[in-house]
């Protein structure tokens, strides 16, 4: 079993819609919780970051964590076409500790 | 700001010789530089972490007589993949990290075909 599992995608949306990601992980020792977005042949960029359970809004951006079910989601709302990316979940163990990459969710959001 | 570069952004080579990739901090000094590799539809796995003046630290089942990692100065570390094979071919992508800051800052990735 993979310590972070994602659904690979591709999901695809109108324009406008919540977008709604999620990752699973099997490691209860995860405490801080990163979502990154990797466009087409480039490196990934921090979207947002959750520590332990709970939720943490950054515009159109909601991360959220329930550490119960070992669940995290990041939803988007109003969806651009410029949303179109992979997005990567990577749960940590500690601040500065190893992040654990999900294999990613490619979402792609028409006009 | 924090802006990574990479250097090639692909490369080509035949299998049997050596490649260089350089992993560039442009706007702040890194004291920690990170090395991934990336195969299709797959995860960011962790190959190395390497301190400023320090040796590296391999991931366990990273061999570190092929995969040689040196992190001079605090704005440069270079990735040497020896004696390459075809399945070495993978994108390989570095992030950098402030002393204090957890962020890390990814490059745009080096992608690698051994023929």
């Known amino acids: 079993q993979k310590e972070v599992e994602q659904d690979p995608g591709p999901l695809s949306v109108p324009e406008g819609a919540i977008v709604s990601l999620n990752c699973t992980y099997s490691?209860?020792?995860?405490?801080?919780f990163m979502w990154y977005r990797q466009y087409s042949r480039k490196g990934p960029e921090l979207l947002m970051y959750?520590?332990?359970?709970g939720n943490k809004e950054d515009g159109r951006f909601t991360a959220q964590v329930d550490k119960s079910s070992k669940y995290i989601s990041l939803f988007i709302r109003d969806s651009q076409p410029s949303d179109s990316a992979t997005y990567l979940c990577?749960?940590?163990?500690?601040?500065?500790?190893?992040?654990?990459f999900g294999a990613g969710t490619i979402l792609r959001v028409k006009s | 700001g924090a802006v990574v570069s990479q250097h090639p952004s692909w490369v080509i080579c035949k299998s049997g010789t050596s490649v260089k990739i350089e992993c560039r901090s442009l706007?702040?000094?890194?004291?920690?530089m990170f090395w991934y590799r990336q195969f299709p539809k797959q995860s960011l796995m962790l190959m190395a972490t390497?301190?400023?003046?320090?040796?590296?630290?391999?991931e366990q089942g990273v061999e570190k007589d092929k995969f040689l990692i040196n992190h001079a100065s605090l704005t440069l570390s270079t990735l040497t993949v020896t004696s390459a094979h075809p399945e070495d071919s993978s994108f390989y992508i570095c992030?950098?990290?402030?002393?204090?800051?957890?962020?890390?800052?990814f490059g745009p990735g080096t992608r690698l075909t051994v023929t």
């Open positions: 992030s950098a990290r402030l002393a204090g800051i957890y962020e890390q800052y």
């Open positions: 490691n209860s020792a995860f405490q801080y």
């Open positions: 959750t520590y332990s359970s």
């Open positions: 990577a749960p940590a163990t500690g601040y500065g500790n190893k992040l654990v």
């Open positions: 706007d702040f000094q890194a004291t920690t």
């Open positions: 390497s301190n400023e003046g320090s040796k590296a630290t391999y």
